[in-house]
Every structure is written in C-alpha cells, then in structure tokens.
C-alpha cells in the first residue's frame, strides 16, 4: 500500500475568468484567457510550473543516485490546443533539460531516468502528448 507523503487543496471560483487560492492563502491567484488577460496567470502556466518543478526534482534525485553532482534546470512548454469548431480541447507539453557540466547525450540518458520517477509525467503518460528534450 502506497504511504501518502502529501496533500494540498487548490480552489477556484470563477474558472478562467475567476480566481484561485490554496488553504493557507500562501497562493492566491487571479485566473484569465491565456493569449487575452495578460495580467492574470492560466492554468496552463500553473500545471507548467508544477509540472517542470516536478520533474526537474526527480532529474536531480536520478542524477544523485548515480552519483553525480550537477545541477539541473527543465523549462516546460505547456501548449493548449482545440481540435476543430467544437469545444474539444487538449494540452501538449515540451520538457527541455539541461545538466551543468554534461553532454545532450548524458542529459537525455538521465532525463528519461527522470521520466520514470516523475509523478507528472506517470500522470500524462499515455494521455497527453509529452515531449523530453536536451538541451
């Protein structure tokens, strides 16, 4: 049985037109159109941030089993995209890695080492079209 390490709670009023907070008020966002409302944050940017966050963690934890000290960055691109007329919408992400110190061909070894740690990218596997490159 799996032990639960973690649990948070976002709320949103509003959807994209509307607002986001956690609990303890430590996030507290104003939501808008991505593209359209330049001065509010998107989902979009949110589930790129948290996605990146995670997976740049579980490249440090691959890196420090293997032994190796660098440090690692992962900018991630999350797309948003509508198929024809209809309300049909669907996400893309683009995971771009660099490692100090090493070559893209280490950095993709241990970028999908990462991929199999990462709880983000077990999510979207298979759901979501998930692209992993060095640079």
């Given amino acids: 049985m799996a032990k639960k390490l973690y649990t948070t709670t976002m709320i949103n ?4 037109a509307g607002e986001v907070w956690s609990n303890d008020h430590k996030w507290d966002f104003k939501i808008g159109t991505p593209g ?3 001065e509010s944050t998107n989902p ?3 589930f790129a941030a948290g996605f990146a966050s995670c997976f740049n963690g579980a490249l440090d934890l691959a890196l420090q089993q293997a032994g190796i000290s660098a440090e690692p960055t992962v900018r991630a691109k999350v797309s948003l995209y509508q198929e024809g ?4 919408f669907h996400i893309g992400v683009d995971l771009f ?7 893209e061909t280490e ?9 199999t740690i990462c709880p983000y990218s ?7 079209e998930v692209t992993v ?3």
């Fill in 107 to 115: 950095t993709k070894k241990y970028m999908a080492i990462a991929e």
């Fill in 97 to 103: 890695g660099h490692i100090d110190g090493l070559d």
């Fill in 122 to 128: 077990k999510a979207t596997r298979g759901n979501i």
């Fill in 85 to 88: 007329d209809e309300p049909d």
């Fill in 36 to 38: 359209i409302d330049k």
């Fill in 133 to 135: 490159n060095a640079e």
């Fill in 44 to 46: 979009e940017q949110l």
């Fill in 13 to 16: 009023k509003g959807g994209r």
